[in-house]
């Protein structure tokens, strides 16, 4: 059973600062890997997205990295806002036939402190 | 494009009572989904159509829950009777066909069980 697992649970850091998020994932036979951002009392916002072939993607600020074989990935934000401030959700989806389903992890609570 | 629609946005209702969601995916996808978010975790999935038919509800709870998406486009979901432990968030997310395909999240409902 895929278990997705996310280090810190909580983060705070003054503007300006690089940050790190962490996750990591125990069966990697997945089909591709996705970091979300959920604003309070809202729905799930895609921010990036990884096939199992690719290492690394960006957008704007944001950039992600996978290792698939080491079962981990990272979300880097550069340069952080007080707008930044979110629970960000890494989520895997299986390779092989049958459902298309998420695993997501229990999400880092950033807080980006002006 | 008009993104993924919920109602009711919140609920709050007594065990053992019955309650019903209502999700309108994105024009055009064909694949649906319901997850369940409890405080503090990521969202579960519960079940999974693609137009009329089910694909996965392997983690649906069935003695009190079901799902349908008559004519291929709208879904409800239904928990009847509810338990305390039915508090939760329950969104709605759509993709077009294919595993490669993203997922769109709705807002979700958010339900309170007394």
């Known amino acids: 059973k895929q278990e997705v697992t996310q280090i810190p649970a909580a983060l705070s850091v003054p503007e300006g600062e690089n940050l790190v998020l962490n996750c990591s994932f125990t069966?990697?036979?997945?089909?591709?890997l996705q970091w979300f951002r959920q604003d309070p009392g809202k729905g799930l916002t895609s921010l990036l997205l990884?096939?199992?072939?690719?290492r690394e993607q960006t957008s704007g600020r944001l950039n992600a990295s996978l290792d698939k074989s080491s079962g981990r990935s990272t979300l880097y934000i550069a340069a952080s806002q007080p707008g930044d401030s979110a629970t960000y959700l890494c989520?895997?989806?299986?390779?092989?036939?049958?459902?298309?389903?998420?695993?997501f992890g229990k999400g880092t609570k950033l807080s980006v402190i002006p | 494009e008009a993104g993924v629609a919920q109602s009711p946005r919140y609920k709050i209702i007594e065990k053992r009572q019955s309650v019903a969601f209502w999700c309108n995916p994105i024009?055009?996808?064909?694949?649906l989904y319901w997850y369940q978010q409890i405080l503090g975790q990521g969202p579960k999935l519960l079940i999974q159509?693609?137009?009329?038919?089910?694909?996965?509800d392997s983690q649906l709870p069935k003695d009190r829950f079901s799902a349908e998406r008559l004519k291929g486009v709208d879904s409800t979901l239904k928990i009847q009777p509810a338990k305390l432990e039915d508090s939760a968030v329950y969104l709605c997310?759509?993709?077009?066909?294919?595993?490669?395909?993203?997922?769109?999240f709705g807002p979700g409902t958010r339900l309170l069980v007394l």
């Open positions: 997310a759509s993709s077009l066909v294919g595993r490669a395909e993203t997922q769109y």
């Open positions: 069966d990697s036979a997945i089909y591709n």
């Open positions: 990884i096939q199992s072939s690719q």
């Open positions: 989520a895997v989806k299986l390779a092989g036939a049958g459902s298309y389903q998420l695993t």
């Open positions: 024009s055009g996808h064909a694949t």
């Open positions: 159509f693609q137009n009329n038919g089910v694909v996965d």
